[in-house]
């Protein structure tokens, strides 16, 4: 069974950092592509990150986290992190790593990531 379990959301001010985690487990993560999705209050689910299976050399970021976001893995700790800087206010939204690219295929239950002065 698929088990995710994201970590280190919180409440942060505008221009503040934060590092999420996702610890995975049930199926093999080292050959499998890995994904950071959101959603924001009253919005759709919308894809923040993403990166390839292995070395994770093969990265790719949603324009509006790019320059702001690093995606990196530890296939050892079977682990998928989340690296947010320069957070704004509709960056504020419940935070999913996923299986696969893009949105994702199997999410986990999320962490909140609240962005207010």
């Known amino acids: 069974e698929v088990q995710l379990v994201e970590s280190g959301g919180g409440l942060v001010q505008p221009g503040g950092s934060l590092r999420l985690s996702c610890a995975a487990s049930?199926?093999?993560?080292?050959?499998?592509?890995m994904s950071w999705v959101r959603q924001a209050p009253g919005k759709g689910l919308e894809g923040v990150a993403s990166?390839?299976?292995?070395?994770?050399?093969?990265?790719g970021y949603a324009y509006y986290v790019k320059d702001r976001a690093h995606i990196s893995r530890d296939n050892d700790k079977n682990t998928l992190y989340l690296d947010l800087n320069s957070l704004k206010t509709e960056d504020t939204a419940v935070y999913y790593c996923?299986?696969?690219w893009g949105l994702g295929d199997t999410r986990g239950q999320g962490t909140q990531v609240t962005v207010s002065s």
């Open positions: 996923a299986t696969g």
């Open positions: 049930g199926f093999p993560f080292s050959s499998s592509d």
């Open positions: 990166i390839g299976a292995g070395s994770g050399s093969r990265q």
